[in-house]
């Protein structure tokens, strides 16, 4: 019997042991990513590009819908319905659809 205790009391010491250097190793990994993050920052994101958009004098731009890099303008006017496609990094419109008559 004292030779069971004995037994259980090693494998528990071992167990202990190699959870407590799990433990550190996963720390010490934890501080390194940190330190390789820190030295190798990516660049800010760049600002969308300003654009002007001339509408004809009846027109008016019914909804918008927006992507990391397109803005879509949904407009309504004497030349019926348009969906204006503008690339947000370079301001210039990509392309115009013309829905329905």
């Not at 004292?2 to 259980?8: L, M, S």
């Not at 004809?56 to 803005?71: H, Y």
Request: a positive charge; proline letters at 5%; charged letters at 20%.
């Amino acid at each position: 019997m004292a030779e069971q205790v004995a037994q259980d009391h090693r494998r528990l010491k071992l167990i202990v042991i190699g959870l407590g250097l799990a433990l550190v190793f996963g720390f010490f990994a934890l501080i390194l990513a940190a330190a390789w993050k820190f030295r190798h920052k990516t660049p800010a994101a760049t600002a969308p590009a300003a654009f002007s958009f001339s509408l004809p004098a009846d027109a008016r731009i019914t909804s918008t819908a927006l992507t990391a890099t397109e803005l879509a303008l949904t407009t309504e006017g004497p030349q019926g319905r348009q969906v204006v496609v503008v690339d947000r990094r370079t301001g210039k419109v990509r392309q115009i659809f013309t829905v329905g008559p």
